[in-house]
């Protein structure tokens, strides 16, 4: 089906995708092009194949590179597969569909998926001055609370809330900065009140896992945190939170961020802290979208900022990223202090 060279230690075994995709595709010659790869102790891979006289791809192929991926690969595989049943649409073909979970001892575990369309958000979140215009980041905004309204119109009964200030203190028990933190958490967390939980929730939306066509979102990826019977509020946080942390990528340390007065760049978080002391025109974007709920859910209790504060909490708690992670606990004990 497909010429392919044996990759380098630590990358996809290509000779192993190739096989799989022959029960999936046409007899043929089918293209195949490593497109991600996460950075993360647990390692994924994402393929595409694209299949000869085709212009775009047609399959992609997740690819666990350690046990602990193959784990994340089989849950998003169960979600893909749980979704599908509880919208068959799967949100008008915006959500990848499972074709096939591949899993032994022999090539791995591999997750064949139809191939969402669409740019990366990301793309455009990292132009030239794109975060400092109020127009480029209340249009991010919009296209994910549409999408995002859409997800939170599928029931479900309700689950366990998620306890992300437990999760901060049992990753680093005995600790000092990981007790301030789970602290500042339950903290924020109990000042929000209860939350409607009877609905899905993505669990890593941000602007990498986000595919727009147009200015609507056309496609979402990556769905192994996904969480069935819990509030929609975390999506909104998650996607909030992430896109402030990298406001100032693109601007040499100790200047100015362009577009938002008295933002300096350097330290890590400083876009985070910027945002929970802030009053201009991107804290109320952030503010707003935070506290829009979609039909259905109940008005937000309490701040928004409490609502912040508790989504570093659930990074800290839950990236597979250590470093990550500790720097969320940091800044989440910073910020309570």
């Excluded at 029960?23 to 694209?50: C, F, I, Q, Y």
Aim: charged share 20%.
């Amino acid at each position: 089906m497909s010429t392919v060279t044996q990759p380098a230690v630590g990358a996809p075994d290509l000779l192993a995708v190739s096989e799989v995709l022959r029960e999936h595709l046409p007899a043929g010659r089918t293209r195949l092009a490593v497109v991600a790869m996460s950075k993360d102790e647990n390692p994924k891979a994402v393929v595409m194949a694209t299949p000869a006289g085709e212009s775009a791809p047609t399959l992609a192929v997740k690819v666990a590179l350690t046990p602990g991926a193959a784990v994340s690969v089989r849950a998003e595989a169960a979600a893909l597969d749980r979704l599908a049943e509880l919208d068959d649409a799967l949100l008008g073909g915006t959500i990848p569909r499972r074709i096939a979970l591949h899993d032994n001892g022999k090539i791995g575990t591999l997750l064949v998926t139809t191939v969402a369309r669409g740019r990366p958000l990301a793309v455009d979140y990292h132009r030239w001055h794109h975060t400092s215009r109020r127009r480029s980041v209340e249009a991010d905004f919009r296209a994910a609370q549409a999408w995002l309204a859409r997800l939170s119109d599928i029931a479900v009964p309700a689950q366990a809330e998620p306890r992300f200030a437990d999760e901060v203190a049992a990753r680093w028990p005995d600790d000092e900065v990981g007790a301030a933190a789970a602290t500042v958490c339950r903290q924020a967390r109990e000042r929000l009140g209860e939350l409607d939980a009877t609905h899905v929730a993505h669990g890593d939306f941000w602007c990498g896992n986000i595919l727009r066509s147009g200015p609507a979102v056309s496609g979402v990826v990556d769905w192994e945190h996904t969480q069935f019977g819990v509030s929609p509020l975390w999506d909104r946080v998650r996607f909030a939170l992430a896109y402030t942390l990298y406001l100032d990528r693109h601007t040499t340390s100790g200047a100015s961020v362009h577009g938002h007065p008295g933002l300096t760049a350097g330290a890590w978080g400083e876009p985070v802290r910027y945002l929970l002391r802030g009053r201009g025109w991107y804290t109320e974007c952030v503010g707003a979208f935070i506290a829009t709920t979609a039909a259905g859910e109940g008005p937000l209790r309490g701040s928004w900022r409490d609502a912040v504060i508790v989504g570093l909490g659930q990074v800290a708690g839950g990236s597979d990223q250590a470093d990550f992670a500790r720097a969320h606990a940091r800044l989440l004990a910073e910020v309570g202090s």
